[in-house]
Structure formats: C-alpha cells, structure tokens
C-alpha cells in the first residue's frame, strides 16, 4: 500500500495560482500512473491531469492551458501547478497512484481548493 498525502490547497483569488503536491510513500515512484481527481459539492468525482508511468500527461478539457502536472522521482512527490484559476475549479483534489504491475490504486485524502469570484 502507498501511503499519499496532498497539500497545496486553500482559498485564492480567481485568476490567481496554486500547486498542489502529493507525497508518496513508496521507493518505487516510476510505475505508477500518477492522477489528479477533484471532487466539486453534489458532483462526482473527476480526472483533472493523470501522468503515465512513461511519463505522457493527459489533461481534462476544462484544465487544459491552465493545470501543470509533474513529478519529482527523488522526492517522490507529485504536484499540480494551478494557474488562472476559476471558481469552478473550486473542490477537493486528490491524488491516485495506479500500480501498473499489480493494478492497485491507492488515494490520499484530498486537499480543498476555494476559488473566490
């Protein structure tokens, strides 16, 4: 099991930025498949940016231009950069690690995102 922690969120301005990180407790940070999910109230959860384990990124239309996501192997830190944020981008991000031998996800518990109009 991969233990994750996100932090990063808070309340901003619209138009301002965040990044998000999330740090992994494995040794093994190059197989997994790395995504970023958000979760706004009374929706469902969402794939916001995802980065294969070969490291191909794939953004939601609505984040697309705006949302950066990377990875720091040393760290074992994954991070969402958030620029010119919209109130709808408001919710709580969590990141998923999808082991690509075993197919084992795991998640954090999530970090609040609060964008003000």
């Known amino acids: 099991q991969v233990r994750l922690v996100e932090s990063g969120g808070g309340l901003v301005q619209a138009g301002g930025s965040l990044t998000l990180s999330c740090a992994a407790s494995?040794?093994?940070?190059?197989?997994?498949?790395m995504t970023w999910y958000r979760q706004a109230p009374g929706k469902e959860r969402e794939l916001v940016a995802q980065?294969?384990?070969?490291?191909?990124?794939h953004y939601a239309d609505s984040v697309k231009g705006r949302f950066t996501i990377s990875r720091d192997n040393a760290k074992t830190t994954l991070y969402l950069r958030m620029n010119r944020l919209k109130p709808e981008d408001t919710a709580v991000y969590y990141c998923?690690?999808?082991?690509?031998?075993?197919?084992?996800?795991?998640w954090g518990r999530g970090t609040q995102v609060t964008v003000s109009s």
């Open positions: 980065m294969t384990a070969g490291d191909s990124t």
């Open positions: 998923n690690f999808r082991n690509t031998r075993s197919a084992r996800e795991d």
């Open positions: 494995t040794l093994y940070f190059s197989i997994y498949t």
